[in-house]
């Protein structure tokens, strides 16, 4: 009992030491908030993200969509997670900092890219999942 108000302190104090955002905004003071290379979102290199299966009013050029199926397999199941991997490995990339040797340029500039997310599929039913992925192709 004797340690309680000390354990209270840092409560109390960031209580009343709040950042108020009414007066001065975060971008006022700080700047624009840029994710670095392993914080933000988890997208295909920092792109920004969509769920364009659901909204067909989406435009892009290039499309980044992922399909977790590991249907095929047996006793080791994985390639579920292949999606997340390529985007996980994706994220030391981005679209400001792109570049290709054999275009000589950011191909980023090129084209309207993003990241769709994943296929929704089901784990139930094999007839389904193929149904769907063939739909979406």
């Given at each position: 009992?004797?340690?309680?108000?000390?354990?209270l302190?840092?409560?109390?104090?960031?209580?009343?030491?709040?950042?108020?955002?009414?007066?001065?905004?975060?971008?006022?003071?700080?700047?624009?908030?840029?994710?670095?290379?392993?914080?933000?979102?988890?997208?295909?290199?920092?792109?920004?993200?969509?769920?364009?299966?659901?909204?067909?009013?989406?435009?892009?050029?290039?499309?980044?969509?992922?399909?977790?199926?590991?249907?095929?397999?047996?006793?080791?199941?994985?390639?579920?997670?292949?999606?997340?991997?390529?985007?996980?490995?994706?994220?030391?990339?981005?679209?400001?900092?792109?570049?290709?040797?054999?275009?000589?340029?950011n191909?980023?500039?090129?084209?309207?890219?993003?990241?769709?997310?994943?296929?929704?599929?089901?784990?139930?039913?094999?007839?389904?999942?193929?149904?769907?992925?063939?739909?979406?192709?």
């Amino acid at each position: 009992m004797r340690y309680l108000p000390l354990t209270l302190l840092p409560v109390i104090y960031a209580q009343q030491h709040a950042f108020d955002t009414k007066h001065e905004p975060w971008t006022a003071k700080y700047g624009t908030q840029a994710d670095l290379s392993y914080t933000g979102p988890l997208s295909y290199s920092h792109l920004p993200y969509t769920r364009c299966l659901d909204d067909p009013s989406t435009t892009f050029d290039i499309a980044v969509l992922g399909m977790p199926f590991d249907t095929t397999t047996s006793y080791r199941p994985g390639a579920r997670f292949g999606p997340y991997a390529i985007r996980s490995g994706s994220r030391r990339q981005s679209a400001e900092a792109g570049y290709a040797l054999e275009w000589m340029t950011n191909p980023y500039t090129r084209a309207e890219v993003i990241d769709c997310g994943d296929v929704p599929i089901t784990c139930s039913s094999h007839v389904t999942r193929l149904i769907r992925r063939d739909s979406y192709a």
